[in-house]
């Protein structure tokens, strides 16, 4: 069964600062992994999607790589901003041709101060 | 933009009522997704479809069901409410095709007393 671990669970950091934050899986056979952001009480909005076959992909100050054979994926954020303070989640798809759900972490609940 | 939209943002039932969630979306996405999320757990998978009348179990469809009679629209149904069954429900939606990323409504906070 997959397993998606995200490390740390929680960030605070001060403004302006770069930030890495990590995500692993147990079972490297994904289709595509997502990093997602949750605002409190709010649902989920969709910042980057990596296909199994690609290694990074970029929109903005964020950044996302994929190593799937090593089963981790890492969110870089640059020149952090009060905004991006939320939780970050990444899942990895179940299996077939995505059309099954996500497996989710427990996310980082990331804190930029002002 | 997408927009998924669901019903209530917040719900009280008893326990025992049949409960319906219901979810909208208006992108005409083949792919639409039911989600529980509970604290340190996170969220998990409860059902899904990929076409209309057609479902899929997730990791936790116990104590659930689930219609999709029409593309833009996807219904959670609680049979017989129960106190475990507390939480906040994310309904999602994606294009056909894979990798296609999905897109969230604000959820729905239910609890059962």
């Known amino acids: 069964k997959q397993e998606v671990t995200q490390i740390p669970a929680a960030l605070s950091v001060p403004e302006g600062e770069n930030l890495v934050l990590n995500c692993s899986f147990t079972d490297s056979a994904i289709y595509n992994l997502q990093w997602f952001r949750q605002d409190p009480g709010k649902g989920l909005t969709s910042l980057l999607l990596i296909q199994s076959s690609q290694r990074e992909q970029t929109s903005g100050r964020l950044n996302a790589s994929l190593d799937k054979s090593s089963g981790r994926s890492t969110l870089y954020i640059a020149a952090s901003q009060p905004g991006d303070s939320a939780t970050y989640l990444c899942a990895v798809s179940r299996s077939g041709g995505g059309a099954d759900g996500l497996t989710f972490g427990k996310g980082t609940h990331l804190i930029i101060q002002p | ?113």
């Not at chain 2, 056909?96 to 609890?111: A, K, V």
């Open chain 2, 1 to 113: 933009d997408v927009k998924v939209t669901q019903s209530s943002r917040y719900l009280v039932k008893r326990t025992g009522e049949k409960v319906f969630l219901e979810c909208v979306q208006d992108m005409d996405h083949e792919n639409m997704f039911w989600y529980r999320q509970d604290p340190g757990l996170g969220l998990r998978l409860i059902y899904f479809s990929y076409d209309v009348k057609m479902k899929e179990k997730g990791d936790i469809p116990e104590g659930y069901s689930v219609s999709r009679e029409k593309k833009e629209r996807f219904s959670l149904i609680l049979e017989s409410a129960s106190t475990n069954q507390t939480s906040m429900y994310l309904c999602a939606s994606s294009l056909g095709g894979g990798n296609q990323p999905q897109h969230f409504g604000d959820g729905t906070r239910l609890s059962i007393l």
